[in-house]
């Protein structure tokens, strides 16, 4: 018998050889023997195996890897990532948006957006250096001049396309014709939270887009901030997501930037907020890797063109798209887990918490006992509450 690779699943290169499941969402990293084989199988005639495969060969068949029918897909070029890999990339495609969100960390849209030219191109560089997740964000990406171009694009490419919206721009005849294996919503509360911060009205028509890409079979995910209108909801909305079937529920603490800075009666103390980061399920953020803290694999470029570490560092790029996604990584210096303040206080969580967000560290709140820190080795403060070691030196409690 001759076994082939599923059309799902994709052969990628990274610190590790592995195979990736687009569907799934899951990496599987390899010995050389077991991607030497998979690599056979992911040729068009694909590949026979001997006896001492066949436990190799039963669990790849069990998890949906490999297949015994003969798969069209077109296998994208193998080639070794740098090193860190550039697995997940926000990709802003416009900073237009159609909401003006009390929390947006976009302070002044500038009306960028990228061109078809310059998201072709970064598509391009990213399947290269062997992507996993591309984020297609904003703004409001639905708001892009030329979406529906955009949307044509990605078929092609051999990573999971998901698409960050809040929902409202979604009709039909775009739900029909959509190329993302996943949409994420923004829901940020029941009806009265989620329209306090984001407009009377909008959490009713966010939850009918839900609905209507769920039956549509789209895998959904929600993002969730947490905020001052929101605090009593989250009970019930973990309820609700898991009843409707969502597949990932991500809930955060927004950073004081952008319109949030304005909006104070929307912020939250970090002994308030950072119990709410235990709510959630599923795959949640992009983490760090081992060693590392957040954003060891995730790059951002922006609708200006600029690629930085992260959307929230848009004053500090590492270049350009002219520059190329790998030349722009090779300026960004992933941060160590030991090297943050919180390896010198011994904390007993840093390789589950791996730091928090380096960002809102930098710009930890009035009333909290990292006020001023400006530091990128601080303590993200609300971490440090939503894991209860506020016992360490420093963490005094709040009033």
Known sequence: MRYYLSGTCVLKWLELPAVYDIDKDE????????FGLLRRCAEPGGCAAGPEDREFIDYCLSEGILTSEVSSVKRPPLSRSPVPSLR????????????????????????????I???????????ELQGLRLLITGGEPLAHSRFEEVNALLPGYRFRKILFTNGLLLNRKRLEALTM?????????LDHGHDALRGKGTWRMVMRKIEESLAAGIAVSVA?????????????????????????WTVDVPCITGHLKDNPLFQVRPDEAGGYLNYGFGGGLHGGGEGYACGLHLSSVLANGDICKCAFYAQSPAGTI?????????????VRLDELECAGLSCRVIDSCRGGCRFRAERAPKGSCAEGAG???GRDIYKCYGYGIMELPGHEAQD
């Open 375 to 377: 530091n990128i080795l």
């Open 181 to 189: 294996d996943e949409i994420q919503f923004s829901v940020d509360g």
């Open 88 to 115: 997940y990339l926000e990709l802003q495609i416009t900073d237009r948006c159609n909401l003006k969100c009390r929390h947006c960390y976009i302070d002044q849209p500038e009306h960028n957006e990228l061109s």
């Open 27 to 34: 990496l599987y990293e390899l010995d050389g023997e077991a």
């Open 117 to 127: 030219r310059e998201i072709e191109k970064i598509l391009n560089e990213f399947e």
């Open 322 to 334: 002219k520059d190329g996604l790998r030349n722009c990584r090779a300026n960004i210096r992933p």
């Open 224 to 248: 969730t901030m947490v905020h001052r209108e929101n605090l009593d909801e989250f009970g019930e909305m973990e309820a609700l997501f898991k009843k409707i079937g969502i597949r990932d």
